[in-house]
């Protein structure tokens, strides 16, 4: 599987982005999807989830309430819509493919290229 991640960019603090993550392949609504972001610290950190038909979701208590983790089947694309963003937003964001559709999941050793999302004080 190819995962691409897109839609990073910098912002002020306060602003919002919308992530964009691309797979391939025919499957996509039988797994589960989820993005994960890389601070500058080198500390990798769930984010959020959804399930293959996207009727449950999952977020990190940090991010509850600003991000909102969807998907599009019909076009095999996850998003991850980013409000109220706060320097410490400031990473990496990789999307994952989960190993069921179910959740929760463990996530398949698949990372693709990654967003950079900046957010600037």
């Known amino acids: 599987v190819q995962l691409q991640a897109s839609g990073g960019g910098s912002v002020q603090a306060g602003g919002n982005l919308r992530l964009s993550c691309t797979a391939s392949?025919?499957?996509?609504?039988?797994?589960?999807m989820g993005w994960f972001r890389q601070t500058p610290r080198n500390e990798r950190e769930f984010v959020a989830a959804?399930?293959?038909?996207?009727?449950?979701?999952y977020y990190s208590d940090s991010m509850k309430g600003r991000f909102t983790i969807s998907r599009d089947n019909a076009k095999n694309v996850v998003y991850l819509q980013m409000n109220n963003l706060k320097s410490q937003d400031t990473a990496v964001y990789y999307c994952?493919?989960?190993?069921?559709?179910?959740?929760?999941?463990?996530?398949?050793?698949?990372w693709g290229q990654g967003t950079l999302v900046t957010v600037s004080s």
């Open positions: 994952a493919r989960g190993t069921v559709k179910s959740l929760p999941t463990a996530w398949q050793p698949y």
């Open positions: 392949g025919r499957t996509f609504s039988s797994y589960s």
């Open positions: 959804i399930s293959g038909n996207g009727d449950k979701t």
